[in-house]
């Protein structure tokens, strides 16, 4: 299986082994700041709906990430409290894709090696949801587009 991912200024690079998606991510971790890594499955698009994708976000600084994971049936967010409801909180951290910025609840910072894990077990399961992770709906400030 192939994945496409999106993180560098100079296009989407394909990954076709654990090994290449374990060199993007210690990429990742090697520039220290909130950076994000799109993970889409290399298949045509369709063409209605939600492409399977796991958004990772990656923080090497501080030992930490995020996950969204979005398919046809809806957009999940990993979260670090165990529970179905977001802390209301006016903190937002931000996680920038190439020069756009993605705004996070705090508690959705995971361990780094969980969201490793997450992104291989993706990759493994052909775009499936990764298990191990605390899976919760989008929290109800974030855009609609993402519903």
């Known amino acids: 299986m192939a994945l496409i991912a999106a993180y560098d200024p100079d296009g989407p690079v394909a990954i076709t082994t654990v090994a ?22 290399a298949r045509p698009v369709e ?28 957009v999940w967010f990993g979260k670090a409290t165990p529970g179905p409801e977001w802390a209301e909180v006016d903190e937002r951290v931000l996680y920038f894709l190439m020069s756009a910025d993605t705004e996070y609840p705090p508690e ?16 493994h399961g052909g775009g499936s949801r990764p298990g191990g992770v605390g899976w919760c709906a989008p929290p109800p400030w974030y855009p609609t587009a993402f519903r």
């Open 108 to 123: 959705s910072e995971i361990p780094l090696d969980v969201v490793r894990r997450a992104a291989q077990e993706y990759w």
């Open 47 to 74: 063409p209605r709906g939600r492409q399977l994708s796991l958004t990772v976000g990656i923080h090497g600084a501080a030992g930490l990430g995020t996950l969204i994971y979005s398919s046809p049936d809806g």
């Open 20 to 41: 290449e998606l374990d060199a993007v991510v210690d990429q990742v971790v090697g520039w220290g700041h909130r950076a994000v890594v799109e993970l889409k499955i």
